[in-house]
């Protein structure tokens, strides 16, 4: 059985709705108003476990880590989308 779960639905065009049965965000292609590209969460997954990893790491070693952070880019491929 696996560890997670993450359903994605079609919504409308093409935005979608992800859901882990505890949050849903929405996805679009062409993201308006407080909506994310598909892409995005994929950068954030691998920014909060690479900065979970460190901040774990850090602090089995006694270090203040308060406030650290992370950022993830991307870089869009031309005639693909997100």
Excluded: K
Aim: aromatic share 4%.
């Amino acid at each position: 059985m696996p560890d997670y779960t993450v359903t994605v639905r079609h919504s409308d065009a093409l935005s979608f709705q992800v859901s882990n049965g505890r949050a849903t965000l929405t996805t679009d292609w062409d993201p308006a108003d407080r909506s994310l590209l598909a892409t995005e969460p994929f950068l954030a997954g691998l920014g909060a476990c690479t900065l979970a990893t460190s901040v774990d790491h850090t602090q089995q070693h006694a270090l203040d880590v308060c406030g650290v952070g992370v950022s993830v880019s991307g870089i869009p491929q031309p005639g693909r989308c997100g």
